[in-house]
């Protein structure tokens, strides 16, 4: 029984070295955006508690269809412009990092408040980097979705019908 | 003919075969993945209040289809139609007062869509001056392998180039998907078309 147990943890263990070692190839682009502006602005990333399991819970329950996800969020980043948001991040991000949307807001007479979305297709998975500023806070996203896992999870008629049943028991 | 002979042929016809292929990459890469065609957009952005950049290729545009549900007739139709298309462009531009943008602005927007290639196909001119729409196409042969949709408005412009296999009618299909604003071509009130 206890020889049983401990197979279990080590399996666990493995398991989540195993995910740990994947996460860290496919964020080294998000961490070296992060140490950019710590760097460049001087200040502490906020790194939020217990992302790595939130990120393993959100793998588990797509089905694979989203992984490494990470959240981090910069306070009172004194200096930025929101226009230096995107030129940052295609500095510290290779050129295989794509731009897929980004949005302006307040302009040169306002206060460049900026959101800025970056893909990086690698054949049937995609990283994405969301960057958000606004009012002198940071918001940095990144994940890693799979196309085929992630739309197979949303089409997926158990999933659809407990949503259903869930949107019905709300409305009554 | 010697083996010394016939080895020198075949890595010279080895070597031309790969200049031929390197050469003929480029071409293939731009016909893949084309380029937003107007070259005022950095402009226009510098001016503009608010600014949104859509940009959609071939890998990204094909990625998105899989979330179309392939049993759903509108998303099966969305799929074929996303199936034949290279790039999806959108660039919309907010300006906080109207005249941030000129005729000259928009005649040289115009312009660079008058090649041999691109057609106009609709051509909406207010008389008020409430908003110009434009539509043109690109024909090679006898397909439409293009598509530029340019909305101004006195306080907005909006560019859409779809670069791809698509016909007029499915702008349906695209407007208010993948980036794409509603795009509302038949507003005809207080406007003339031509």
Not at chain 2, 22 to 50: C, G, H, I, W
Request: aromatic content about 6%; charged content about 25%; glycine content about 10%.
């Amino acid at each position: 029984m206890k020889f049983q147990m401990k197979q279990t943890g080590l399996v666990l263990l493995g398991s989540l070295l195993l995910i740990s070692t994947g996460c860290s190839a496919a964020d080294h682009d998000f961490n070296s955006v992060v140490s950019a502006v710590e760097h460049k602005y001087s200040a502490h990333a906020q790194r939020i508690p217990l992302m790595t399991f939130v990120s393993i819970c959100a793998s588990l329950k797509t089905h694979g269809g989203v992984r490494s996800l990470r959240v981090v969020e910069f306070d009172n980043l004194r200096g930025m412009d929101g226009k230096d948001l995107y030129p940052l991040l295609r500095s510290r991000l290779g050129d295989e990092w794509q731009p897929f949307v980004t949005e302006v807001s307040g302009g040169k007479n306002g206060d460049g408040d900026q959101s800025v979305i970056l893909v990086h297709p690698d054949g049937s998975s995609m990283g994405m980097m969301i960057a958000d500023y606004d009012h002198g806070e940071l918001d940095l996203v990144g994940m890693e979705m799979n196309g085929a896992a992630l739309s197979k999870w949303l089409h997926d008629p158990e999933r659809q019908h407990h949503s259903s049943q869930r949107g019905h028991s709300v409305g009554d | 003919m010697t083996r010394f002979q016939r080895m020198t042929s075949a890595c010279r016809t080895g070597i031309l075969l790969g200049c031929g292929l390197l050469l003929t990459l480029p071409v293939v890469a731009q016909d893949t993945q084309p380029n937003f065609p107007v070259e005022l957009d950095k402009k226009l952005a510098a001016r503009a209040s608010d600014v949104n950049e859509v940009t959609m290729n071939k890998t990204m545009l094909k990625f998105a289809s899989q979330f179309l549900d392939g049993k759903d007739k509108d998303d099966a139709q969305a799929q074929r139609l996303i199936q034949n298309l290279n790039a999806i462009y959108v660039r919309s531009y907010e300006f906080s007062q109207p005249g941030q943008y000129t005729p000259e602005d928009l005649k040289t927007i115009r312009q660079q869509f008058l090649g041999p290639d691109w057609n106009p196909m609709v051509k909406v001119r207010s008389k008020k001056g409430e908003g110009d729409t434009d539509v043109y196409i690109k024909m090679v042969g006898n397909e439409v392998k293009g598509m530029f949709v340019l909305d101004a408005e006195p306080k907005e412009l909006d560019m859409v180039y779809i670069s791809g296999s698509i016909r007029p009618e499915d702008l349906n299909e695209l407007s208010g998907n993948f980036g794409v604003p509603k795009l509302n071509l038949q507003k005809s009130s207080g406007k003339e078309s031509k």
